[in-house]
């Protein structure tokens, strides 16, 4: 691991009355938008929407990543894409048919994400691998915030690490869920390349966050 550890910022846990001086605010300091979209079925709540995703396009020039946590998301890419996702994440848990989904996505010319429940052994996804711009680790239950993470992550993503170095793949590593302070510089040693940070950056000083998020990345690339 070379690069500084990304700041993805899970616009969920920004203040939804104010999502476009939410990202003002942040915007220096992160390195993409996190939309969680919830269908009320997938997993019971509900959450933003693509017109949501299409009224805060032009407030910002970082890419916007949009986590499908509903059923049959082939039925929204095309329209969270033409909304402006540069990323689509999907449950593999959730489809019966994951190659079709990265098909679908890849030749809307946009990146491919599948995530992996908190409960799904971490090598199910290994021979999709190939084919993604992104694995997303769920580090909590899905469909939840505010919650700590479950300590059995960091070994899947230092498994997920080693598969994707051992194959030399080119796929981002994304840790979501119990983003803290106390979670960050494990989650980095385990291998991830960026995390979904929600009330970490939206509850605290984003400026002082991205400054210790970098300086922890060169400690802890010198550890090796
Ligand atoms: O999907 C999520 C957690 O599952 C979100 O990214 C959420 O915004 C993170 O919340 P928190 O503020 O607890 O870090």
């Not at 550890?5 to 390195?31: F, G, M, P, Q, T």
């Not at 580090?139 to 919650?147: H, N, S």
């Not at 302070?181 to 291998?191: I, S």
Request: aromatic content about 8%.
């Amino acid at each position: 691991m070379s690069d500084p550890l990304k700041l993805s910022a899970s616009l969920w846990s920004a203040d939804l009355s104010a999502l476009a001086h939410s990202i003002e605010r942040v915007n220096e300091y992160c390195d993409s938008y996190h939309f969680d979209i919830m269908d009320g079925h997938y997993v019971k709540s509900l959450l933003f929407g693509v017109d949501t995703v299409a009224s805060l396009r032009d407030k910002t020039d970082r890419p916007f990543e949009v986590h499908l946590m509903v059923r049959n998301p082939k039925d929204f890419v095309n329209d969270f894409v033409g909304a402006g996702a540069n990323l689509i994440q999907f449950q593999f848990d959730g489809v019966d048919n994951p190659a079709s989904h990265i098909e679908q996505i890849k030749s809307l010319d946009a990146n491919a994400g599948i995530c992996v429940l908190e409960e799904t052994p971490i090598e199910k996804v290994f021979d999709l691998l190939p084919l993604v711009d992104n694995l997303l680790v769920m580090g909590t239950k899905i469909g939840v915030k505010g919650v700590s993470i479950i300590p059995e992550t960091y070994e899947k993503i230092r498994l997920a690490r080693k598969y994707i170095d051992e194959n030399d793949l080119n796929v981002s590593i994304q840790a979501d869920g119990g983003i803290r302070r106390n979670t960050v510089p494990e989650l980095f040693r385990a291998g991830v390349n960026s995390v979904t940070a929600g009330s970490l950056l939206f509850r605290n000083d984003p400026k002082e966050i991205k400054q210790w998020v970098n300086s922890l990345s060169g400690e802890l690339r010198n550890e090796n």
